[in-house]
């Protein structure tokens, strides 16, 4: 069983820059990929970006936060980054962090673990 829970959120205003951290607990945190998702009000859960496991590196973004967003994670420390740049409002929302996708690693129903969340609220 592997706990996630996230931190970093806040308000920021348009073209500022907030880091979220996940923290991971049980499980072999290395052998996960690992991922960040959003949720707006009324909206559904949407992906953001993922990286893979410490085989691989490789790292994904979604097409509205690349250029803006980058995922970065500490195995040892059993941490998972996600830095956010040139925010902009409509990334508001409560980001998730997850581990462990099964198929395809965009889809939310395809991961097994998820925090609570943290709020992000960028002001125009």
């Known amino acids: 069983q592997v706990q996630l829970v996230e931190s970093g959120g806040g308000l920021v205003q348009a073209g500022g820059s907030l880091r979220l951290s996940c923290a991971a607990s049980g499980g072999t945190f290395s052998a996960y990929p690992m991922g960040w998702f959003r949720q707006a009000p009324g909206e559904e859960r949407e992906f953001v970006s993922a990286?893979?496991?410490?085989?691989?590196?490789?790292?994904y973004f979604a097409d509205t936060v690349k250029g803006r967003f980058t995922i970065s994670r500490d195995n040892l420390e059993k941490m998972v980054y996600l830095q956010m740049n040139s925010l902009k409002p409509e990334d508001t929302a409560v980001y998730y962090c997850?581990?462990?996708?099964?198929?395809?690693?965009?889809?939310?129903?395809?991961?097994?673990?998820w925090g609570q969340g943290t709020q992000v609220t960028v002001s125009s």
């Open positions: 990286m893979s496991s410490s085989s691989g590196l490789s790292t």
């Open positions: 997850a581990a462990d996708p099964e198929g395809s690693f965009r889809s939310p129903e395809d991961w097994h673990y």
